[in-house]
């Protein structure tokens, strides 16, 4: 596995994001109660002592209080999450298992400290936060490995579902393209030679492409940076904050009172504007695509 390639989309999903959270809080609920890891014996003692309550009633109060106040840390770290693939694409592999492990440390902090100041616990603190972690590790990487083979099994399952209904094609190298929306429903797909370029506009991209020799549109819910991330081994380049071009059909690249233009091998011919932020990149990228 390359660790810097993307993860798929599934995982940051918002309602793939809720089964993780309460998969993760269901497990860890029956975990703390069969191995009861975190002292919680002592802690129902405690209530045992201090309210007339039915012994199994204050081990699932007291084991559920633990384990919502844990998965909060969950809740938090993952609705960062989403923000961020929604602001500046998806994340690497690299930067998710990175990502989970912050959300361990963090988990166990707090579980640390729940003993150290509820329980009392006797042992050290350090003590106390390495067992925290070995527990939080249980805890986490169970249910999240579960989940990444449930979501990728029904993510192959919906892709063989639309191959037998004919829906997309099977991809040969580069030849096809397929354009996700920012929730990681596949919208459009087509031969990438038929790609002219993207356009922002606000929460939409613009995807124009040739059909029947013709120019044609689609509004695609997603966003330059997203998709940009994703075709970087396609020869698609950013020339402007609002245009990622498709340097197969880019035939001019001149200059112009105004600034460099493109002009691309289209009918009509369409002219798009080269900002100076990504001009070295353009001259890169033509100098590359052309040989």
Known sequence: MDLSQKIPLYLTEPKNILKLVLFTAVFALVFINLY???????????????????????VLITSSLIILT?????????????IKTRMSGSVSFIEYLIWIAVEIIAMAVFYAVFEEILIKDARSFLVSFRMSIQNTALV????YSVSWL?????????MLEKLKEGEIAVPVGREMIFFHDEKGTMRLSMKFSELLYLQAADNYV??????????????????LKLLEEQFKNFPLVRC????????????????????LKIELDSSPDFIIPVSSTYMDEVFKSFGHFKE
């Open 36 to 58: 009861s890891p975190f002292q919680v014996e002592k802690l129902i003692q405690k209530a045992e002592n201090s309210f007339e309550l039915n012994r199994d009633l204050i």
């Open 70 to 82: 844990g998965v909060l840390v969950i809740v938090i770290s993952r609705i960062i999450l989403y």
């Open 140 to 143: 986490l990487l169970i249910p």
């Open 150 to 158: 449930y979501f990728s099994w029904i993510d192959k399952n919906k």
């Open 206 to 223: 613009n995807i124009v492409y040739k059909h029947r020799d013709k120019q044609s549109k689609y509004m695609l819910r997603s966003s």
């Open 240 to 259: 402007h904050r609002s245009y990622i071009v498709n340097f197969d059909h880019v035939k001019i690249i001149r200059r112009e009172k105004d600034g």
